[in-house]
């Protein structure tokens, strides 16, 4: 929609290119297709159920063929979700998640607001798109921005003339990287991990009070900070738990405390930082008992290795075997079970078309961790992945499996999940 947007715009305001209205009809053509299939998904929106009412009031001047009816379902999730927003007032010095998508907001507000709100890289929280909506109404407005043009311009150069949807996200790639070596037992005492611990450390009790995707970003998530404990005790360094269970809502682990549906990975990453405090205190077991309890109907259902933040299963089924045989053998096994069911002929794993390294990576740490349990007993499933593993070693990370307001990934993640699995693998005298 935000294309067709632009190229409707472009149409009436710029040269007319014959190319740019059969690009726009291609666009509705796919938007009746997607939009069919968006309002069944049974997994929250991440967002776009705020940004379709701006987008289609953007559009209502361009009398399209746009695929209304379909569109019931999302605005109606929208009035939920604004209704547990309560407000979309802004107060500077109280940050909040849907800033991240602030260009929900109308023109005149956004024109309102000064430089003095951007971060210090020049943008609206690490959002380009809110960034760049609010440079275009400031100059709308007879306004400019240099800071929030020159930060559109960097990450036009980083992107070759497209742009990363979220940037920095030092934290969360430098959490996520961590976080698979903690999974394959990699020594914590080396000095590269250490001094990465030892400098996250710091950020833990500091404002936002547990991690953001970015320390640009002034909302702690749930995600990020159960992570984040979970590497800083692997670590020893000996961090509150209070900022973890800050998220914590009665039954389950929250990402943001407004969101609509919980995910599951974030309850199998706050279960698996639960483990360090939960056979010395009560009160923490009690939690973890009743997170399993919250994540056994959810992993059961048909969809129970689906999750709003990746779109592969394999990412679910392998954090819950490496988490879950801490806590439940049976949910364990069920997971288990999963994966080796989805090993295709070539050794690897894939949700789509193709394997690819990636989800082969997520599925061998959680194998290897079954294996050194002695849950999963034959060596052969991981010589395969092995094997999968060597033929495409030189295989860039192109696929896009995690979801934010594109899917995405990251290199440096998918190269660390790599290194992890393998790793994994020569520990088990696997090559």
């Not at 063929?65 to 999302?74: A, C, M, N, R």
């Not at 979970?230 to 682990?253: K, Y």
């Amino acid at each position: 929609m935000a294309a067709i947007a632009a190229f409707s715009y472009w149409q009436q305001t710029a040269v007319n290119c014959p190319k740019d209205q059969q690009r726009i009809s291609q666009g509705i053509a796919a938007l009746h297709k997607y939009t069919h299939d968006l309002a069944k998904d049974p997994l929250e929106l991440v967002g776009y159920e705020l940004l379709l009412p701006r987008l289609v009031r953007f559009l209502e001047p361009y009398d399209l063929d746009l695929p209304t009816e379909s569109w019931y379902k999302i605005l109606d999730i929208g009035q939920r979700k604004m209704f547990l927003l309560g407000s979309l007032d802004i107060e500077p010095t109280k940050p909040r998640a849907w800033w991240f998508s602030m260009e929900i907001l109308p023109e005149e507000r956004l024109a309102q607001l000064d430089e003095g709100f951007l971060t210090h890289h020049g943008s609206i929280a690490t959002s380009t798109a809110a960034t760049a909506a609010f440079l275009r109404a400031q100059r709308l407005h007879g306004k400019d921005s240099p800071r929030a043009a020159a930060f559109i311009k960097r990450m036009l150069a980083i992107g070759h003339g497209g742009a990363a949807f979220s940037w920095p996200i030092e934290h969360y790639e430098l959490l996520w990287i961590l976080d698979q070596l903690k999974r394959v037992q990699f020594p914590v005492s080396h000095p590269s991990v250490r001094k990465a611990i030892s400098g996250l450390s710091r950020y833990w009790m500091l404002p936002p009070i547990g991690f953001a995707g970015s320390s640009a970003f002034g909302v702690a998530d749930g995600d990020d900070t159960s992570v984040g404990y979970d590497v800083l005790c692997w670590g020893e360094t000996r961090p509150s738990i209070d900022p973890l269970l800050a998220f914590w809502n009665e039954t389950h682990f929250r990402t943001y405390r407004d969101e609509l549906t919980a995910s599951v990975t974030v309850n199998l990453h706050a279960l698996s930082a639960l483990r360090h405090n939960a056979a010395s205190q009560p009160a923490v077991q009690e939690i973890g008992h009743a997170v399993l309890e919250w994540l056994r109907p959810h992993l059961c259902h048909d969809d129970g290795f689906a999750d709003k933040w990746h779109y592969s299963p394999m990412y679910v089924a392998g954090h819950a075997l490496e988490t879950l045989l801490e806590w439940d053998h049976g949910l364990a096994q069920k997971s288990l079970d999963f994966l080796l069911a989805q090993q295709q002929a070539d050794g690897g794993w894939g949700c789509g078309q193709n394997t690819t390294v990636e989800e082969t990576g997520h599925a061998l740490i959680g194998l290897t961790a079954a294996f050194r349990d002695g849950l999963l007993k034959d060596k052969r499933p991981l010589r395969q992945a092995a094997h999968f593993l060597h033929a495409r070693q030189s295989d860039p990370a192109i696929e896009r499996l995690w979801i934010g307001k594109t899917l995405f990934n990251s290199p440096k993640i998918v190269a660390a999940i790599r290194f992890a699995a393998n790793y994994a693998l020569t520990q088990l005298d696997i090559h």
